[in-house]
């Protein structure tokens, strides 16, 4: 599990659960899981519906090692004026966006935007939605750091994880 991450998707009703913080810790030490493979997804709405309680859950799991991801980003209705105010790692470009870039000039310059602010906050971009090598291209271009999409593959439940470790059909990729 060495070269594994695995990505979690968080609902609003999981991350304002005052018991999950610590369930999530139990499950660590339990299994003796290393957190640093883990990096769950917060949408922007859930993040911003309650921002102190998304960064105290965010900044108590970050100590251990696990990492963060903006799901949907560029989505919700302030999401430039509360971004330098959640410790995230990575934003995850709205696949609204990906979908249209090579059809629509202002998805593209959203994008663009999109990663640019967050190479000057030091995050990461992960472009959702990635279907054909011309939107790989385009991202590719602009800049973003990975890629996630049926390009790359389908979901695969975790039954499919192989004994080597790797699932045999990876849906996330670096592209830098």
Request: glycine residues 6%.
């Amino acid at each position: 599990m060495q070269n594994c991450w695995f990505s979690i998707n968080l609902s609003g009703a999981t991350l304002n659960d005052n018991h999950f913080l610590d369930f999530v810790c139990q499950q660590f030490a339990k299994y003796n899981l290393p957190p640093h493979i883990f990096c769950f997804e917060i949408t922007e709405t859930v993040a911003i519906s309650n921002l102190p309680k998304a960064c105290e859950f965010i900044n108590s799991l970050k100590t251990l090692g696990c990492h963060f991801a903006l799901d949907d980003f560029g989505t919700g209705m302030s999401s430039l004026a509360y971004l330098k105010n959640l410790p995230v790692d990575y934003l995850k470009i709205d696949g609204s966006f990906i979908n249209d870039i090579n059809k629509d000039p202002i998805a593209k310059a959203m994008v663009q935007a999109i990663n640019q602010i967050a190479k000057v906050m030091g995050l990461r971009t992960i472009a959702e939605f990635v279907e054909n090598d011309f939107i790989l291209d385009t991202i590719r271009e602009l800049g973003v750091d990975y890629a996630q999409g049926y390009y790359f593959g389908h979901p695969e439940v975790l039954g499919s994880f192989s004994q080597s470790g790797r699932f045999t059909n990876n849906s996330f990729a670096n592209i830098c």
